[in-house]
Nanobody, 120 residues
Framework: QVQLRDSGGGLVQTGGSLKLSCAAS????????MGWFRQAPGKEREFVAA????????DYADSVKGRFTISLDNAKNTGFLQMNSLNPEDTAVYYC?????????????WGQGTQVTVSS
């Protein structure tokens, strides 16, 4: 079992930045992947970014490339999502996820979510 505690959301103006954190505990294997999904009101949940614990490989949704950066602090089993140049379309509940592969990460463990609101 893996437990995730995501945090760092809040209210920010267009063009601002936020940094989300995801603290993982429990049985974490070093070939796991940590990622972020988001869900905006009235929309389906969508993939945002992911990073491999094993080799640091990252993957991003096209909508956030060049603006968001995902990273890991292996010593603390904590992941981060640095979000820059935020716009109202980024408003959503952001969920930290841990899974066995990037392709199947949505079938893994989920955090409780943290709200990000970008005002225009």
């Amino acid at each position: 079992q893996v437990q995730l505690r995501d945090s760092g959301g809040g209210l920010v103006q267009t063009g601002g930045s936020l940094k989300l954190s995801c603290a993982a505990s429990g049985r974490i294997f070093r070939n796991y992947v940590m990622g972020w999904f988001r869900q905006a009101p009235g929309k389906e949940r969508e993939f945002v970014a992911a990073i491999s614990w094993f080799n640091g490989r990252t993957d991003y949704a096209d909508s956030v490339k060049g603006r968001f950066t995902i990273s890991l602090d292996n010593a603390k089993n904590t992941g981060f999502l640095q979000m820059n140049s935020l716009n109202p379309e980024d408003t959503a509940v952001y969920y930290c996820v841990v899974g066995s592969t990037i392709a199947t990460i949505s079938k893994g463990y989920w955090g409780q979510g943290t709200q990000v609101t970008v005002s225009s």
